[in-house]
């Protein structure tokens, strides 16, 4: 089952303004069901099947010189030196080929392609699915939405999550942390991400986490810049302005899907879900990331932080776009307080004129604009 994805219209307009897409993303977030559906007509590889790979090492522009049409390479990552190739090939055909290229790991993506494709390749990422993405979401209550997760296969196939993301994380997380630092104590990686699990919505603190995990806190800066490369971990970065007040500097703690951090967690059900003690920092995570996805769906880069000053007044996501500012308070309950508006009107009296519209994300079912704050339950985002 194809489940329509929100990006294709900006995967489409790109592979019309440049010889090379590049889409990446999480594992499994739907890159390549994305990129054959769209080009069907393509010839498609992928890298991680290990004959194809030697083809393109030994010989990589016979390789490429077969698609006379362009073709989609799958997990390109796995060969970077055919980069390079594809930089010739495409200076010498611009208008004849268009090469579609995925990859799960944007470290080592990225930089290759910044090095070898720079103004040749449009870049977008793919994230798991946002809310509209979700078939009958009105259907699931919020716990299930967030038990479930949304990677697309649980959504597709009705896969049960708690099994599916424990083979998500023994088949891609755990091989791809083995081939990217060598973990040698593996049960002490596990502890470690179970333990950043349990921090979502926390300010990072590598330190604290290094004594509880018995590991450097080299080692725990290591381990989460990988994760970060590899979209398992998101650190949302604290906003900074000239007033006159001490910020906070460290960035807040997420996962880029919930529903593999409810599994880190031990939450097997909707129900242990409802009654946890971090069910509204896992609310937060969800609606964090469906802002970053909206972004990444157009094409753009996301522009979001946090604001916390030394007295912990805290805004949970500030979208910046241009000179203005746009707050975001998000709640897990199902009923509204006036007392939620308070953090957004004091941050709109501190940055005045910058502010225009306000936004409180919650779990009722009242839609209104309250104190200029527009009212939203999550799934109307």
């Not at 009105?138 to 083979?167: C, Q, V, W």
């Not at 593996?186 to 926390?202: D, H």
């Not at 000053?309 to 979208?319: G, L, N, R, V």
Request: glycine share 4%; charged share 25%; aromatic share 12%.
């Amino acid at each position: 089952m194809y489940l329509r994805r929100i990006i294709e219209k900006e995967v489409l307009a790109m592979s019309k303004d440049y010889p090379v897409v590049t889409i990446t993303g999480p594992r499994q977030s739907g890159k390549t069901t994305l990129a054959k559906h769209l080009f069907n007509k393509l010839p498609y590889h992928s890298f991680e099947n290990p004959d194809t790979r030697l083809l393109a090492e030994t010989d990589p522009r016979a390789f490429l010189n077969q698609f006379d049409k362009g073709a989609v390479l799958d997990e390109i990552q796995h060969v970077p030196q055919l980069l390079s190739y594809l930089q010739q090939i495409v200076d010498e055909h611009r208008n004849e080929r268009l090469f579609i290229l995925t990859g799960s790991n944007q470290f080592s993506l990225l930089d290759n392609i910044s090095q070898s494709l720079a103004g040749r390749t449009a870049i977008l990422k793919l994230l798991p699915l946002s809310f509209t993405e979700i078939p009958d979401i009105k259907k699931l209550s919020t716990d299930e939405i967030m038990y479930r997760g949304f990677y697309p296969a649980i959504h597709a196939y009705h896969l049960n999550p708690t099994k599916t993301y424990r083979n998500y994380y023994e088949t891609y997380l755990e091989r791809d942390m083995r081939q990217l630092i060598h973990v040698r104590e593996l049960s002490l990686f596990q502890k470690f991400i179970r333990i950043c699990a349990g921090r979502i919505g926390n300010l990072f603190n590598a330190s604290a986490i290094a004594d509880e995990t018995g590991v450097s806190v080299k080692t725990i800066q290591s381990w989460v810049s990988i994760l970060e490369a590899s979209y398992v971990i998101k650190r949302l970065q604290p906003y900074h302005e000239n007033i006159n007040k001490r910020l906070i500097k460290s960035p807040k703690l997420y996962f880029y899907d919930v529903g593999l951090a409810v599994y880190l967690l031990g939450i097997e059900d909707p129900i242990q879900l409802e009654r946890d003690p971090l069910r509204g920092a896992i609310f937060e995570n969800m609606m964090i990331m469906e802002l970053i996805k909206r972004r990444f769906n157009q094409g753009l880069d996301p522009n979001l932080y946090f604001y916390r000053d030394s007295h912990h007044f805290e805004i949970d996501a500030i979208q910046k776009k241009g000179n203005e500012l746009i707050p975001y308070e998000i709640k897990s309950a199902q009923t509204f307080h006036p007392g939620f508006l308070k953090g957004l009107n004091r941050f709109k009296k501190l940055f005045r004129e910058r502010v225009t519209d306000m936004y409180l994300i919650y779990d009722g079912e009242m839609q209104s604009i309250i104190q200029d704050v527009h009212l939203l339950n999550f799934r109307s985002l």
